[in-house]
Structures are given as structure tokens and as C-alpha cells.
């Protein structure tokens, strides 16, 4: 399993991104992607998370309201809207997958998230926030 992030750069206040991750080596769809982001010098951080059956979507509350996740299967490919962006945004952005059976509730992949557990990692893209 690979995972490919990309589309970080460097944005003003205010300013908008869009980062994409490319998922490849599943045989199904049955899986769960998580962003995360690591400023320097801080933890990381589960920021959101899409459902591997519906679509069903979590966002922190540091991120909500600004950032939107998206999956489009027949690509392979999860998409976060970042808009909005503020300086405390930047950070090392992460993309991770979970393997998950469509009927596994949802709140605990959440809960994945929030502590770090996806299976899988790729490597991350830089978002800088500055004007």
C-alpha cells in the first residue's frame, strides 16, 4: 500500500490550497484515509477523516469550518480543501489509510485518528502559511 501526497506550497493568510493523496495497493475500496499535520516542534495532529463506505466526514475543531475533505474512488484519490489559511495552518501535512469494513461505525475510526492509529503512511507535503 502507497501513499501519495502533494499540493502543499506557500500561501498567504487567507490564501487557499488544495492537497490531494493517491492511494494504491488496496483491492477494495474498504478503507478509511486520515489527514494529519505536524508543525515544527508540536505533535501531530489527526485533523480529518473520510468513511470508506459513505463518505461520512470528521474535522477537528481547529480546522472546521475551513477545510473540506473529499474522496473520489475511481481515482483513488482523497482531496483536502484548505481555505482560510492562517500562519498557525503551517505544518508538515500527512495523508494515512485504515483499513475498515464499510459496517464499522465511524466513531471509531475517529477515534483512530485522534490517536494516531492509520496502518498505512505516505510522506507528507509542506503548507506554509506567511505573508
Known amino acids: 500500500v502507497q501513499l501519495q501526497a502533494s499540493g502543499g506550497g506557500l500561501v498567504q493568510p487567507g490564501g487557499s490550497l488544495r492537497l490531494s493523496c493517491v492511494v494504491s495497493?488496496?483491492?477494495?475500496?474498504?478503507?478509511?484515509i486520515g489527514w494529519f499535520r505536524q508543525a515544527p516542534g508540536k505533535a501531530r495532529e489527526g485533523i480529518s477523516c473520510?468513511?470508506?463506505?459513505?463518505?461520512?466526514?470528521y474535522y477537528a475543531d481547529s480546522v472546521k469550518g475551513r477545510f473540506t475533505m473529499s474522496r473520489d474512488n475511481a481515482k483513488n484519490t482523497v482531496y483536502l480543501q484548505l481555505n482560510d489559511l492562517k500562519p498557525e495552518d503551517s505544518a508538515v501535512y500527512f495523508c494515512?489509510?485504515?483499513?475498515?469494513?464499510?459496517?464499522?461505525?465511524?466513531?471509531?475510526?475517529?477515534?483512530?485518528?485522534?490517536?494516531?492509529?492509520?496502518?498505512?503512511w505516505g510522506q507528507g507535503t509542506l503548507v506554509t502559511v506567511s505573508s
Open positions: 494515512a489509510a485504515e483499513p475498515t469494513e464499510p459496517s464499522l461505525n465511524f466513531e471509531v475510526v475517529v477515534r483512530r485518528l485522534r490517536e494516531l492509529r492509520f496502518a498505512y
Open positions: 495497493g488496496f483491492t477494495s475500496i474498504d478503507y478509511s
Open positions: 473520510v468513511s470508506s463506505s459513505d463518505g461520512t466526514t
